[in-house]
């Protein structure tokens, strides 16, 4: 029998890999529903400090494991407890996430100059298959709502995309600066 090749590791976000550079360099990073390590081994091949926290890390700890910059966290996000993931991050990195109870603590685990970059699903994917249920997708400009009086908002975007599957998102990136305003350069 011929050994199998593992499987190739899942592609990051191009939304996730386009906004990187609003993240202050060199900084320390949550990857906040971090699943394989997609943007956490991104995070780390940009020279960012990285805290990955999921509630299933065996595949962080294969992906990740020997990485003494690179903090793995057994956590379930979903169980009611108060935020455990303290702060003074200079990024937040979610992808294909949502637990609506912890969007108030994302802008609040910020440093001041911290970028949020945040990409899931919206009402429409139920169209597309999983996620269907509608406590996981967003409603229409939901994201935006979440965040416009907490960050500066650098770009959001909405609606049906094509790649690398379709989908119905929504996507953000925005900093921790003077709420509601776009930064100017």
């Not at 550079?21 to 394989?36: E, F, K, M, N, Q």
């Not at 003074?88 to 440093?111: D, S």
Request: aromatic share 8%; glycine share 10%; net charge neutral.
């Amino acid at each position: 029998m011929q050994p199998t090749a593992p499987p190739p590791a899942p592609v990051p976000s191009a939304w996730i890999r386009r906004f990187l550079p609003l993240i202050p360099p060199h900084g320390r990073v949550l990857d906040l529903a971090a699943g394989s390590g997609r943007h956490a081994r991104l995070l780390r091949e940009a020279g960012y400090s990285v805290v990955a926290a999921d509630r299933d890390i065996a595949a962080l700890e294969f992906a990740l494991s020997g990485d003494s910059f690179c903090e793995i966290k057994k956590i379930d996000l979903e169980d009611g407890a108060p935020w455990r993931l303290g702060g003074g991050y200079h990024g937040v990195v979610i992808a294909n996430y949502l637990w609506r109870p912890l969007l108030p603590h994302l802008a609040a685990a910020l440093a001041p100059g911290g970028a949020l970059l945040y990409e899931t699903f919206m009402l429409g994917q139920e169209r597309f298959g999983r996620p269907s249920n509608p406590d996981f997708l967003l409603r229409p400009g939901e994201l935006l709502a979440a965040f416009l009086d907490r960050l500066s908002i650098v770009a959001f975007e909405q609606g049906e995309v094509a790649a690398p599957r379709p989908a119905m998102v929504q996507r953000l990136a925005a900093v921790k600066g003077e709420p509601g305003r776009l930064p100017l350069g």
